[in-house]
């Protein structure tokens, strides 16, 4: 994973020369001074908003892999135990993006162990290990619900 997808980047950029471009049209129409400061404070909310993630996830990449983190993949985890230490430190921060950006939650509200969050996060990562320009295919749909066994379908009816 990188810390700014291609992607996200080119969008950034793209809608951060956009705003000016409307906010001095908008002025050559209406001729009216207020639009270029409106289009630079348009501009500064979109920034702020659209720069939030890489910033989370520059701090995630910076932030030290904690020790018992480490040595319960190693105990856990044979492909950990495999990787050179730059193929480690790759590793490490891509477990440390994916739980900055995903919340992984219990069914039913149930609290969920950092073990069970370390193991998905790591289970992620083996899947995207080498690959940087991929991302987790994580839908923001929130938790999946689940259907009562009375409430299931039997066999033969839909």
Known sequence: ?????????FFIVLYALL?????????AISGRLEAIPLALLLLGAYLVLAL?????RR????????????GFLLARLPFFRGLDDAE???????????????????TAGAPVSWQTKLLVAAGAAVM?????EWEPPIADGG???ATSPARRPRAGRC
């Open 59 to 70: 701090l995630a990449a910076r932030a030290p892999f904690p020790e018992e983190w480490r």
């Open 88 to 106: 480690r430190s790759r590793f490490e921060r891509d477990v440390r993006l994916f739980l900055a950006e995903t919340r992984i939650a219990g």
């Open 143 to 145: 938790p999946a619900r």
């Open 52 to 56: 939030r993630r890489p910033r989370r």
């Open 128 to 132: 995207l290990h080498g690959r940087p």
């Open 19 to 27: 705003i000016p471009l409307v906010g001095v049209a908008a002025f």
């Open 1 to 9: 994973m990188r810390i700014i997808p291609a992607y996200d980047l």
